[in-house]
């Protein structure tokens, strides 16, 4: 079974910045797009950021211009860049193949708010 642990979450403070990462366990990991899921108590998952093998990205709407998906083949791991963040953005963030195909990891919460 593949193996996908989130990490870097946490509790900031809105404007603030943070970086969530994705370490998968297998190396197949270099040929697959990647996504960023987040759900909100009572919301359905929502992707939110996706990059493919070669590194094009496309993002949800609501976070253009303020996170940036980005990932690095040789450690097996996604990044998200999160800045700007808005108390809308608070949710457990999770990562997974680009459509969803693989077993839900933990997640990692990140909370919003003043």
């Known amino acids: 079974q593949v193996q996908l642990v989130e990490s870097g979450g946490g509790l900031v403070q809105p404007g603030g910045s943070l970086r969530l990462s994705c370490a998968a366990s297998r190396s197949i990991f270099r040929l697959w797009s990647m996504g960023w899921y987040r759900q909100a108590p009572e919301k359905q998952r929502e992707l939110v950021a996706s990059i493919t093998s070669y590194g094009i990205t496309n993002y949800a709407d609501s976070v253009k211009g303020r996170f940036a998906i980005s990932r690095d083949n040789a450690k097996n791991t996604v990044y998200l860049q999160m800045n700007s963040l808005k108390p809308e953005d608070t949710a457990v963030y999770y990562c997974?193949?680009?459509?969803?195909?693989?077993?839900w990891g933990q997640g990692t919460q990140v909370t919003v708010s003043s």
């Open positions: 997974n193949k680009g459509g969803g195909e693989l077993s």
